[in-house]
């Protein structure tokens, strides 16, 4: 029982991990700082711990997805990141895959189910 857990627990993350980067880059459309993010997607039904946010914008900015800018007019500093002109051209491509992938097992799913 706990080996099969573990495979699920597994597999889980694995979807889960392939889906985080579509994600964050739908919401970067415009300006926004990590916990901000956090609120946007946590509202949006996708629960995000900050510990695989940070290294995942830091990624994403990396591959010139995001670019960052840091504000310090308020009380403290804030690193804003959004998508770049690249990250945008990507954005879209990858949300068309996703809107035919989608399409393709709700299909598939519901064949199973009749």
Do not use: C, F, H
């Amino acid at each position: 029982m706990g080996e099969e857990k573990d495979l699920l627990s597994a597999l889980l993350l694995e979807l889960r991990r392939g889906t985080l980067t579509i994600s964050v880059l739908s919401q970067m459309k415009e300006p926004k700082y990590g916990y901000a993010l956090v609120q946007s997607l946590e509202e949006k039904g996708i629960a995000m711990d900050p510990n695989t946010l940070y290294p995942l914008l830091r990624r994403l900015e990396g591959q010139g997805l995001l670019e960052s800018q840091w504000e310090t007019g308020g009380a403290k500093p804030r690193k804003y990141y959004r998508r770049t002109e690249y990250g945008t051209q990507v954005y879209e491509q990858l949300k068309t895959q996703w809107e035919s992938l989608s399409a393709a097992m709700e299909r598939m799913l519901r064949e199973e189910d009749a």
